[in-house]
Structures are given as C-alpha cells and as structure tokens.
C-alpha cells in the first residue's frame, strides 16, 4: 500500500529525492514519516509530518539537508535530501501512523510500511 522510490547511487554532496506513492486507500489523514537503516544498525527516524504537513520533525542529524513534504491530492510524501553524507547511506522507508495530528517518531507508533529504497552516498 505504501511504495517508496528515488533510491540510487549519489556522490557526497549530492541530492536525491524520495517518493512515497500509497495505493488501495488514502493517507491523507495520517500522520507519515521516513525512516532509515544502514546495515548492523537500528531503523531510525528521519524525518516526519502531520496529516497537514504543518507540524514536523527532523532528526539532529539531517537538520537543515533534509526536508519532509506531502501532497494530499496525490496520496504522496517526499523526502527532499540535499547535502547527502556517505553517513546518509542506508535503506529509507516511508510509514504511515493511525495518528492525524501528532507527528510520529517511533517505528511502534507506525501502523503501514514501504518496502524501502536504498541510498547510496559515495565519498
């Protein structure tokens, strides 16, 4: 229900940007977010929305790169990577939470899960 594309091969300092295309039912009213985990690692918040788009968070670490969007009309969220790090390297998902008007940042408050799309930063 959830697809996620944009993933590829980028060099530092790069930009990429990611898709999250849901299918069979909307999410407009769910609060949505992008995860990521590079290999022997925890999945990890990255960046997440409301439903409205008008709250958001950023994770420390992709604070001012990185950029979180919806479109509503099109069932889709985004995930605007600039500045990419070799340490941004990781397989990213998108998920979508049964909450509206929080935004979520815990993987056991998300409900839907994309297959994931990787990215690959090089030095």
């Known amino acids: 229900q959830l697809q996620a594309s944009g993933g590829g091969l980028v060099q530092a300092g790069g930009s990429l940007r990611l898709s999250c295309a849901a299918s069979?039912?909307?999410?407009?009213?769910?609060?949505m977010g992008w995860f990521r985990q590079a290999p022997g690692k925890d999945r990890e918040s990255v960046a997440a929305l409301d439903w409205s788009g008008g709250s958001t968070y950023y994770a420390d670490s992709v604070k001012g790169r990185f950029s979180i969007s919806r479109d509503n009309a099109k069932n889709t969220v985004y995930l605007q990577m600039n500045s990419l790090k070799p340490e941004d390297t990781a397989v990213y998902y998108c998920a979508a939470s049964t909450y509206r008007a929080h935004v979520v940042t815990t993987t056991q408050e998300y409900n839907y899960w994309g297959q994931g799309t990787l990215v690959t930063v090089s030095s």
């Open positions: 069979g039912r909307s999410f407009s009213s769910n609060a």
